[in-house]
Every structure is written in structure tokens, then in C-alpha cells.
């Protein structure tokens, strides 16, 4: 059985008070603005990271104010370009991006990826979730794969885009219960919001993405968790996937992205934005809150770690025939 480990990351919509982000010491502002480019839709994974950011930062003093643009589309690839022509070279600007991102450059063949950036620090990570409505007649996660065994064309998931962290996971399940990927019926979505829709619509049958995505609607009982895929229990009372006699292990990382072109004055004033808001009281309170793994990497280990991530993307992506 296939069983590796990728650093996780989807997002989550329910940030911290304003009140528990002033609880952090007021730091030297860095910038008196800075651009975040998203290459996703509003409300999922790298949209909820980029507004964590803003809120600790310009709670912390080292930003003033910050400026969004969200472009989706298949799995970052569509506003990537937009990202490296538009910002190139320009100080004080981001992009929030990450494992997601990597495994629909390869699935789409997209000829720009995170190569072509420059890479400022890995953040978060994140065990996926695998949920159904709440009235769906699978009630557990051995349902679900019964459902897959026997007729996985007509247990349609919804989740990210086409070669992304959700679609790898749903080919590794079926890989598990002797089914190809090409089996899956997998509906891709450019945002959580959307993929939340469809599930509580039971448009679909499942879902599968990071669980901050789906943690509020797992609270508010209008979806029900049936595994996460981390290496050990991360959600109350829902188990993980090894738990279930499942050997699959898979996560999300999230990270921050400067424009192609950059000085190394510019790069290094990126890294230490980003070490100094990681060391911020206030941002260990909101990964606490969230529910997010700290992964902060920055640096040479940081290119290392995404050269890693690829090699490993682009093996499993190809055993499980999604590539």
C-alpha cells in the first residue's frame, strides 16, 4: 500500500478577534502597504492564510494596510501567470500558494510553476478531511469506501482543482479498494465556498479538503466527518485514515511567494517579514485557533523542501495515473 506523507494546507474562514491580535507586542513596520495575490477564489485554503496574515501584521504594526486580488482557476495555474507578469519585480508583494498548487502544475502541464517565483518561507499544514452531508446514508468512513468499491462513478466528491491535494487524495482511497483514479468521479471546484455548496446541496456525495474549510459546517452539524488523513487524530472524535485500517497519510502545506526579479535586499526583507510575524504571539493564538501545524521554513531548506515536494508530487500523481 502506497503510504507517504505530503505537508498539507487548506484555509479556513473564522480568523482570530481583534482582541486576541492585539495581545502581541507592536513590532518596526516593514511596509506601508503590500499586495497579496491569491490564485485561488474567495473562502479557501491560500485566501484564509493570506487574510490571516493581514490581520496579524497590521495588528503587529508591521504592515499598514494591504491590498487582495483573487484570480482562480485550475489549481493556482490560471492567475500564476498573472502573478509573475504583472508583479515582477515588485517590492511588497506576495502570493500565497502551496502543495495544491504543485500537483496542478503537473496535471495540467502548465509551463510556469513555483519555479519561476521566488520562494519566501513554507507556513502551515493541514491533514485533509473527508466529510458527507449531514442526512447522506454513508456513516462512516467504511461506508465510503464500500461506495467507492462498488461504484465509485456514482459517489461523486467534490474538491479542489484537478490534480490538487483533494483529487490526490480521493486516486490514493480508490488505489486502496483496487479501483484506478480515472474511476473517480471527482468534481473540481476553484474555491471552498463553492465545494461547501455543493455538498450541503448534495450535489455531490462527499468532500474532501483541508478541515479549517469545512470545520465550521462540521461544528454546526450540516456535515459529518468521517476521517481526516493525518499522521495521528487531529479532530475530535474522528479518525484518521491509518486509524481505519487505511495506511494513507497525506497533508497540505501553505505557504508565501515573492514576484520573480526580486533584489536579495527585497527577498531578505520578505523573510524577515515573515519570521518576525511567525514570531508574533498573535499568530501562534490564531495557528492554535485554526488548527493549523506550524511548518515554518524559510531559506535554503525551504528550495530544498519544494524540489522534494515535487519529485514526491509528480511520483504519486503518476502511480495513481492522474499524470
Given at each position: 500500500m502506497l503510504r507517504r506523507t505530503l505537508l498539507a494546507a487548506s484555509a479556513a474562514s473564522a480568523l482570530l478577534p481583534l482582541a486576541a491580535l492585539r495581545s502581541g507586542a507592536r513590532a518596526a513596520e516593514l511596509y506601508p502597504s503590500m499586495n497579496v495575490f491569491i490564485p485561488a477564489g474567495p473562502g479557501g485554503g491560500w485566501d484564509g492564510l493570506g487574510r490571516a496574515i493581514e490581520q496579524v501584521a497590521r495588528q503587529a504594526g508591521l504592515v499598514s494596510s494591504f491590498q487582495f486580488e483573487n484570480v482562480g482557476g485550475a489549481g493556482g495555474t490560471v492567475g500564476l501567470p498573472r502573478f509573475i507578469g504583472q508583479r515582477?519585480?515588485?517590492e511588497g508583494a506576495i502570493m500565497v500558494g502551496g502543495a495544491i498548487m504543485v500537483g496542478s502544475v503537473l496535471a495540467n502541464k502548465s509551463p510556469v510553476g513555483l519555479k519561476d517565483v521566488t520562494p519566501v518561507a513554507r507556513m502551515t499544514t493541514e491533514p485533509g478531511i473527508i466529510v458527507v452531508p449531514a442526512n447522506s446514508d454513508i456513516r462512516d468512513i467504511n461506508g465510503f469506501m464500500a461506495a467507492l468499491k462498488d461504484n465509485p462513478g456514482a459517489t461523486s466528491v467534490a474538491?479542489?482543482?484537478a490534480g490538487g491535494m483533494d483529487h490526490i487524495l480521493l486516486g490514493l482511497l480508490l488505489?486502496?479498494?483496487g479501483r484506478s483514479a480515472r474511476d473517480a468521479s471527482y468534481v473540481a471546484?476553484?474555491?471552498g465556498g463553492p465545494a461547501q455548496a455543493a455538498i450541503l446541496g448534495a450535489q455531490v456525495k462527499a468532500g474532501i479538503s483541508g478541515y479549517s474549510e469545512f470545520a465550521e459546517?462540521?461544528?454546526?452539524?450540516?456535515m459529518r466527518a468521517l476521517a481526516t488523513s493525518g499522521e495521528s487524530r487531529s479532530v475530535e472524535g474522528v479518525p484518521t485514515l491509518k486509524e481505519s485500517g487505511i495506511d494513507i497519510v497525506l497533508g497540505n502545506w501553505r505557504g508565501v511567494f515573492g514576484p520573480p526579479g526580486l533584489r536579495p535586499e527585497a527577498v531578505q526583507k520578505l523573510v524577515k517579514f515573515v519570521t518576525d510575524l511567525h514570531a508574533l504571539p498573535a499568530w501562534k493564538e490564531?495557528?492554535?485557533r485554526q488548527g493549523w501545524d506550524d511548518a515554518f521554513l524559510v531559506g535554503a531548506e525551504f528550495d530544498a523542501f519544494l524540489?522534494?515536494?515535487e519529485a514526491a508530487t509528480a511520483?504519486?500523481?503518476k502511480e495513481i495515473g492522474l499524470i
Open positions: 515582477r519585480g515588485r474538491g479542489g482543482s488505489k486502496s479498494v471546484f476553484a474555491g459546517q462540521i461544528k454546526a452539524g450540516r490564531l495557528l492554535a524540489k522534494q515536494d511520483q504519486v500523481l
